[in-house]
């Protein structure tokens, strides 16, 4: 078959950015020229939350999972010697999109760009930060607020832009079956068309533009012929819901366009290797079938479950993609699925499912009602947790965790100081001098900046008021106004808002039925708190700094109530004193913390100084998330009595070894009871 009646192969991405502007501009322009086509930023947590790098909840966080962007010179660094009217750019951000949009359309206007012709999208769904990642800022109403007001002026000044990514992905990490990812992500999108539709500032005749820009971000996990009806039943429905609820008669612009990261969640510490065939896999999902096929696709890399992929290792999952595309004969032929009567049952099963669940969250209000009610994120929280027990027990086989185990000794890993990429300490040192120094020189040549002061105010009245926040935002950027300092004026007007965790509604998932290890785990509990004389254990989860992945710190709050503790979880993004002050407000007997960001090195250490200020080193200190082995040495010898990272699947058994290191620290003698 020839060349020219192939399809054209998706826009291919990977996910890439960490340290500095300079250094991560130094990794975009590797990866275009090895044949990348689309850039896919990602920014570090305190870009994401609106906070500059010296605030203090930005310690250990600063250029860990992304490029920190603080202010216009890092955006100019970041994008230097890219020319961004030809490039397409997918920017990770959701809180703060309307502030990063503004930095890229500057610095675009400085390279003498048409605006106009700029391609690229913004993330820019709130929804699924409060329910699954956890970089939210303002409340639901002003979020939603900052969201159409860029779908407004995007879709009159940056035609091409794509406003909103409406972003499933995440949900399915924090336990989403099929149909609660459809349902939840149109749900999400009906609340944002109604408020484009009802807002005023698009006239209904351009309700077919702002329809077809709207794209969506799913994942793809390893059940993929579940994983491709899915992505069917999502076209079907979108097809329908846009065109009844809106009237948009146009199939262009009915059609349902997404682009992939497949899945994470299930990307294991143990065996890392096979987490490539099940990259493979996740890919097919999204690849296979025309009629349904991804926009654009990045992949993760074989070692997330380890730490920070180093280039190579992200050049290896763009391979992946390059041999599907261009080696084998997928783009030759049309849908192979049409006509499946397998296919067709399933995919009408999902659709059916989730449209009951898309009325069922109307009849609450819609998507932001439901987060309110904490509806969905109890939800969320349940999925997983039945999850999480079909994998205890079993009944979920993941080869080479709870099957398959025995394993030769494996060469990707014999040396784990090199395995992954790790980000110097330094940098968050040298990232502050920069922003410092940009605080006090914004003024002078060659920028020449006008105060910031004027265009902050100006900034706060048309958040007082109704305009688009757009324009205030663009003159925010042009004055030399900081992430910390915009997001800061809008928090001033707007407030904060801490989503509910799900955690003290979440159904028991694992029942303590008599001779289980559940049940053991619980008469543990229960002879330890009356060993120490109190009514209940007292266990303390918490979340320091501004690491929002709260699905394992969930897991564990629920097991831990399930088993007979009180819990106290409060949700993300503590400071270490938060932590302590509550752990001896509360009179915990112990305390977990979960950080998956990579700032556990920073910021646990501090946790253990402040309870020895206190006089309370009898309280255990347990860690789990993304440890490197190398960390985890430290932590356990910095105090911490314990260290858990994802290969520690039981979390049934995590629970019980927190009970004896509770006694082990009360200096009460073991139990010889079993967990």
């Not at 612009?253 to 294991?268: A, I, K």
């Not at 991804?294 to 074989?302: C, G, I, M, S």
Request: aromatic share 6%; hydrophobic share 40%; net charge negative.
């Amino acid at each position: 078959m020839s060349e020219r009646q192939k399809d054209r192969p998706w826009l291919m991405r990977t996910y890439a950015g960490h340290s500095t502007a300079e250094e991560s501009n130094e990794l975009y322009r590797r990866n275009l020229a090895k044949g990348q086509t689309g850039l896919s930023v990602a920014f570090d947590l305190p870009t994401q939350t609106g906070y500059d790098p010296d605030h203090v909840l930005a310690r250990g966080e600063v250029g860990r999972v992304g490029v920190p962007i603080a202010h216009l010179g890092d955006m100019r660094r970041l994008f230097r010697d890219i020319p961004l009217e030809r490039t397409n750019t997918s920017m990770t951000i959701n809180a703060t999109a309307m502030w990063l949009l503004a930095l890229y359309q500057v610095v675009a206007e400085e390279q003498g760009a048409d605006i106009t012709k700029l391609q690229g999208t913004t993330q820019n769904d709130i929804v699924k930060e409060y329910l699954s990642r956890g970089t939210h800022v303002f409340p639901p109403g002003p979020s939603l607020r900052l969201t159409t007001d860029m779908i407004a002026y995007t879709v009159s000044r940056i035609p091409k832009w794509n406003p909103i990514n409406i972003c499933s992905y995440h949900l399915q990490e924090a336990g989403a079956t099929p149909v609660q990812e459809i349902a939840y992500a149109m749900s999400t999108a009906i609340a944002v068309l109604d408020a484009v539709r009802d807002g005023g500032q698009v006239p209904q005749k351009r309700m077919g533009d702002v329809v077809g820009r709207i794209s969506f971000f799913v994942n793809a996990g390893v059940r993929f012929i579940e994983e491709m009806c899915k992505m069917r039943a999502f076209g079907r429905i979108w097809d329908r819901i846009t065109r009844e609820r809106y009237g948009i008669e146009d199939p262009r612009h009915r059609r349902f366009r997404y682009g992939v990261q497949v899945n994470s969640l299930g990307l294991t510490e143990a065996q890392p290797e096979n987490n490539v065939q099940r990259i493979v896999l996740e890919m097919l999902a999204v690849t296979l079938s025309k009629d349904a096929r991804a926009r654009a696709v990045q992949l993760p890399a074989w070692n997330e479950a380890l730490g920070l992929p180093r280039p190579w290792d992200q050049q290896w999952s763009l391979r992946i993609q390059q041999v599907l595309a261009y080696e084998s004969d997928l783009l030759e032929y049309d849908d192979i699925f049409e006509g499946s009567k397998v296919i067709e049952a399933k995919v009408d099963e999902l659709a059916e499912a989730a449209s009951a669940e898309i009325d069922r969250i109307q009849e609450m209000g819609g998507a932001l009602a439901a987060v309110e009610s904490g509806y969905l994120k109890a939800q969320l929280v349940a999925s997983h947790a039945e999850r999480r027990a079909r994998i205890e027990s079993g009944q979920e086989k993941i080869v080479g965790v709870n099957v398959f185990e025995s394993t030769e000794p494996n060469p990707l890993t014999a040396d784990l100081g090199t395995a992954i990429q790790t980000v110097d300490p330094a940098v968050e040192a040298r990232v502050i001098a920069s922003l410092r120094h940009w605080r006090d020189t914004r003024y002078q040549p060659p920028f020449n900046h006008p105060r910031p002061c004027k265009a902050l105010e100006r900034l706060k009245e048309a958040a007082r008021g109704t305009e688009n926040l757009m324009e205030a935002t663009l003159e925010c950027a042009r004055a030399g106004v900081t992430t910390g300092e915009w997001a800061g004026a809008l928090r001033e007007v707007f407030g904060e808002f801490r989503a509910p965790t799900g955690v003290s509604s979440a159904p028991v998932a694992v029942a303590a039925e008599a001779g289980s290890r559940l049940a053991e785990v619980r008469r543990k509990v229960e002879l330890t708190a009356r060993d120490l004389g109190v009514g209940k254990l007292r266990f303390l989860v918490g979340k320091p700094g501004l690491d929002g992945h709260s699905n394992g710190a969930e897991q564990i709050a629920v097991r831990a109530r399930d088993a007979g503790f009180e819990v106290v979880y409060q949700g993300i993004r503590l400071t270490p004193e938060q932590i302590v002050d509550a752990a001896l407000a509360e009179d915990v007997h112990a305390v977990g913390l979960s950080v998956l960001s990579g700032s556990h090195a920073r910021l646990v250490p501090d946790v253990l100084e402040r309870l020895g200020v206190a006089g309370a080193t009898d309280i255990p200190v347990i860690a789990g998330g993304i440890i490197p082995s190398g960390d985890a040495e430290q932590l356990r010898a910095a105090g911490v009595a314990a260290v858990f990272t994802p290969k520690d699947f039981d979390i049934t058994g995590i629970i019980g070894r927190i009970v004896d290191e509770i006694r082990k620290a009360n200096k009460l003698d073991p139990l010889e009871v079993p967990a």
